[in-house]
């Protein structure tokens, strides 16, 4: 059972554009979501985080947006560069179940000049 | 060290060997996760360590896997009689407390012939 669903799979930008990757839940439980960044070769990295009960955060050219009544959340990179090239995962946490990270299955994203 | 730190990076072994994964956490972190990343896939929970004790195994496939954190610090992955679908990156995740903020480092990359 895929607990976080995320799309696309993979996307292409076109530099200075906006980046936009979708995470659907299913467990009601999940109380922290964050997303990380992974570039080859390296571990996952946190970009930013999220908790339900504020409906956005932002951090300079990233942005979640969480819609608690649909159980989605975005990630929303504005003025997108080549440096973000990179896959991106949403995960969420249950902060009183042992903080076991569960993961989408990640969107390969490349900005093109 | 400045992050976690991973021994080895890779490991190539051969069907029905052993192999352990070493991981250094951030100094004074006392909570430890391991993760497994198979190709193109999002990172799936194995264990998670608070000091010393396993807090959750849960994640952990099978008993070929086993890990022990002997003195709250240094952590490491045994796999016995490895199988070839034991291929993946091995990743290792530290936080100060019990927390959402999850620092990982960079993988041991294990490939079973």
């Known amino acids: 059972q895929q607990q976080v669903k995320q799309s696309p799979q993979s996307l292409i930008v076109q530099k200075g554009g906006i980046s936009i990757i979708n995470c659907a839940y299913e467990n009601t439980a999940f109380d922290y979501f964050p997303w990380y960044q992974q570039f080859p070769g390296k571990g996952p990295a946190l970009l930013i985080a999220?908790?339900?009960?504020?409906s956005e955060k932002k951090e300079g050219r990233f942005t979640i947006s969480f819609n608690k009544s649909a159980k989605q959340f975005s990630l929303h990179i504005m003025d997108s560069q080549p440096g973000d090239s990179a896959t991106y995962f949403c995960a969420a946490l249950f902060t009183g179940g042992g903080n076991k990270l569960t993961f989408g299955t990640g969107t390969q994203l490349k900005v093109e000049l | 060290g400045a992050g976690v730190s991973q021994t080895p990076s890779n490991k190539v072994t051969e069907k029905g060997k052993y192999v352990e994964l070493r991981c250094d956490p951030i100094?004074?972190?006392?909570?430890l996760y391991w993760y497994r990343q198979s190709l193109g896939q999002g990172p799936e929970f194995l264990i998670y360590f608070q000091g010393t004790g396993a807090a959750d195994d849960s994640g952990l496939p099978n008993d070929r896997f086993f890990a022990v954190r002997p003195e709250g610090s240094v952590s490491t992955l045994k796999i016995q009689r490895t199988e070839r679908g034991d291929s993946a990156v091995y990743l290792c995740a530290s936080s100060s407390v019990p927390a959402e903020t999850q620092y990982f480092g960079p993988g041991t990359r294990l490939l079973v012939l």
């Open positions: 100094s004074g972190h006392t909570a």
């Open positions: 999220i908790r339900p009960d504020v």
